[in-house]
């Protein structure tokens, strides 16, 4: 534990981990977040910049949010982030469906996973009842 000036108000704090702004500066900021989410849902098809202005939160915070999942927009929304892999826009997260799929194929690959196959319905007779005599 090493003790930090908070980046938003200067304030002394014990750091541990994550951002390092201090609880208080978290809480707001945390506040701010469930303003800007209503807002969004109020208004699906604000700009950032707008959204930034609006709510006085920087556009980076907004990324931020949308990067981390905590925020996403609709298809009709002007605000969208470039996939981190291919450069797709997407609504919210790092990476678009088709790379995150890739993703989790390789890695999945690489442990030794396999795909669960479809089962296939056999019309044998292996799937007759058989009778004990």
Do not use: H
């Not at 750091?15 to 699906?44: H, L, T, W």
């Not at 790379?99 to 019309?123: F, I, N, S, W």
């Amino acid at each position: 534990m090493e003790i930090i000036s908070c980046k938003s108000c200067g304030r002394l704090f014990n750091y541990v981990q994550g951002d390092r702004i201090c609880s208080a500066c978290a809480k707001e900021m945390e506040e701010k977040f469930v303003e800007v989410k209503k807002f969004v849902r109020d208004n699906p098809k604000v700009d950032i910049n707008v959204l930034s202005s609006e709510m006085d939160v920087s556009v980076r915070q907004i990324k931020r949010w949308i990067r981390e999942e905590r925020l996403c927009f609709t298809d009709e929304s002007p605000i969208g982030l470039n996939c981190e892999n291919c450069g797709a826009t997407i609504k919210t997260g790092r990476y678009c469906r088709k790379c995150k799929d890739q993703m989790t194929t390789r890695l999945q690959g690489a442990v030794g996973v396999k795909q669960p196959e479809e089962q296939k319905r056999k019309d044998s007779k292996d799937n007759k009842m058989r009778f004990l005599t």
